[in-house]
Nanobody
Framework: VQLQASGGGLVQSGGSLRLSCTAS????????IGWFRQAPGSDREGVAC????????YYADSVRGRFTISRDNAKNAVFLQINSVKTEDTAVYYC??????????????????????WGRGTLVTVSS
C-alpha cells in the first residue's frame, strides 16, 4: 500500500491551494490520515489529522484556522485545504496512515512514528 500526495506547486503568499491524498486498493475512510510537512533542514512536522468514521480532526497550532482537512469517500481521497499561505508553509507535504489505529488522539497524531504507511510527498513553495 502506498499513498500519493498531490496538488503542490508554487503559490504566492496569501493565496490558497488544495492538496490531495489518494491510494489504490486501500480505503482511506477506514483509516486515519495525517498530513505532515518537512522543510529543508527541519524535522517532519504533523499539521493535521482526520480520524476514520467520526472524522475527528486535529491541527497544529501553526496552521489552525488556515488549514482544513476533509474526506471525500466517493473519490477515496483526503484533502488539505491551505488558505492564507505563508512563506513558512514552504515544505514537502506528505500524507500518512496506519493499520493499527483509527482515531486521531491529542498529541499522538503529531508523531510521525505512529504512522506506518507513507507515500511520496508533494512540494509546496510559497513566494513572498
Amino acid at each position: 500500500v502506498q499513498l500519493q500526495a498531490s496538488g503542490g506547486g508554487l503559490v504566492q503568499s496569501g493565496g490558497s491551494l488544495r492538496l490531495s491524498c489518494t491510494a489504490s486498493r486501500f480505503r482511506l475512510n477506514d483509516h486515519p490520515i495525517g498530513w505532515f510537512r518537512q522543510a529543508p533542514g527541519s524535522d517532519r512536522e504533523g499539521v493535521a489529522c482526520i480520524s476514520s468514521g467520526r472524522r475527528t480532526t486535529y491541527y497544529a497550532d501553526s496552521v489552525r484556522g488556515r488549514f482544513t482537512i476533509s474526506r471525500d469517500n466517493a473519490k477515496n481521497a483526503v484533502f488539505l485545504q491551505i488558505n492564507s499561505v505563508k512563506t513558512e508553509d514552504t515544505a514537502v507535504y506528505y500524507c500518512a496512515s496506519d493499520d493499527d489505529w483509527t482515531q486521531c488522539t491529542d498529541g499522538a497524531w503529531k508523531r510521525a512514528r505512529e504512522y506506518d504507511i507513507w507515500g511520496r510527498g508533494t512540494l509546496v513553495t510559497v513566494s513572498s
